[in-house]
């Protein structure tokens, strides 16, 4: 691996964390912080550091990737390494990490997502955010996903962030994404595009939509794009905004202006130019993927009523059903988080490392942070907050002595050799700093941030270049 410093002292405590997403670099950076002498070495699986930051932030957000400065800093600590292209729970086991590290924080994200579970859900033209998502952002395992975008209809199943993002993707004019780190196969595709109408379903009410301000306005003010909304859907809601939280507050009220107002003439002129268009759907659950010619050409819905009010009403179904034709469905129900290693307790139910404050339940020495802690929910600030409390929860079973870091481990000395050994070549993050290289070069040719690196092949090339 070739990354360890002369200064190391061997009789450090020694801590390994699992994933170079914001929990992974948050826990490091507090652990760092705390204490002067504890050592931490980071594993990821891909040759390149910062999950989501990198492979999920949507490309037209580049303010919110800001916080790569502050992990470039904590990856350039004198006593944090990072080594990627670490595939943990195959390249090197739990157990082994075990007995090469005093203790291991697990902050390896969702890699996963949550399935519709529905027939039809496996058809041509149906994605999940996730892969769709990949694709645009360069996650190699999602380059050959070219999804079919010849239909003038696409339907968003699920109504958070995520899904915001992914229509205002496929909505944008291409002007307003080439100057930035989408991938140039998935910008070539989107202004081949002719996907035209997009319509966001939830399977609640208005009041109980997932979505932030900040993202239902940039659908509002997307250029050449009008919304298209129903206006039964909202019946009720302005009565009921008065008990409701100021955040949600704002977010409903912009709604329904959106959905019910007649807008001033040059808002009424810029929508009836616009040759795109966007909605909510509300009380509908995905019921069936229609198909034709072996793909999916329509989605069946089942139109529910809410039981309860506020955050935790229920959708109950009413027996009746809705045929939406379309030929892209994309399922944005979140993420999911998978088990990496049999070893490690795992909550298949709610799908993450059963824990309390960080501390994974009946395993000395295992901590978590970050989704795979708390569940697919939460943005980077929400997920650095729960990182330094798992690092926290750390540093004071040091301190009491709950976890014992007074006999010597050989830290990542010994996880190189089982390495070596087994042909994993790990990609350090001066190798990052290369490919980094690259790809702004490459990207300044465009007028991009960077054209990032498609393959984990030239990945590797380039970082052992
Ligand atoms: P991740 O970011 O997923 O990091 C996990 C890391 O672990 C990855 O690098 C992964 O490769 C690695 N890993 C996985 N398995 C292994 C293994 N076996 N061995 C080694 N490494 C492994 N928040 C905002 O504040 N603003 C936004 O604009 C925003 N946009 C988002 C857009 C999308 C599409 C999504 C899904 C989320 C977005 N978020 C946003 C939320 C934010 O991304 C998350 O809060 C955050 O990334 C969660 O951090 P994490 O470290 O737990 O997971
Ligand atoms: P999310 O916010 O939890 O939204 C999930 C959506 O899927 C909800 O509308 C939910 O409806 C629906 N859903 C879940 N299970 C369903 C089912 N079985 N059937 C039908 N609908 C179902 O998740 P997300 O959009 O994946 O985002 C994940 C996190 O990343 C969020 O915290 C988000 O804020 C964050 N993020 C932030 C940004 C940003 O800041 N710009 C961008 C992207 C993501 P119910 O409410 O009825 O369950």
Redesign the pocket.
Known sequence: IGCGRASFSSSNPKICV???????FYTAQHLLKARQDVEVDI????PV?????RF???PD?PE?KNVINTFTQTASHARCNFYGN????KDVSIDELRRAYHAIVL?????GNRSMGVPGENLPGVYSAKDF?GWYNGLPSCRELTPDLSCDTAVILGQG??AL?VARILLAPTKMLKSTDITQPALDALAQSRVRRVLIVGRRGPLQIACTIKELREMVNLPDCRPEMVAADFEGVSEALKDVPRPRKRLTELMLKTALETPGEKEQERRSKASRSWGFRFFRSPVEVLASGGRAAGIRLAVNRLEGSGDGAQAVLTGEVEDVPCGLVISSIG?RSLP?DESVPFDSRRAVIPNSMGRVQQAAGLYCS???KTGPT??????MNNSFDTARSLLEDMDSGALDVSSTRPGSQSISALLAERGVKAVTFSGWEKIDDVETRRGEVSGKPREKLLTVQEMLQVARS
């Open positions: 699992v994933g170079s997403g914001p929990a992974g594993y990821e699986r891909l550091p910062f999950g989501l930051v999920g932030v949507a957000h919110v670490v595939n943990v729970g902050s390896y994200g969702a890699e998502v962030n995520v993002d993420y990496i970050g989704w795979v939460g943005v980077i600030a929400t997920t």
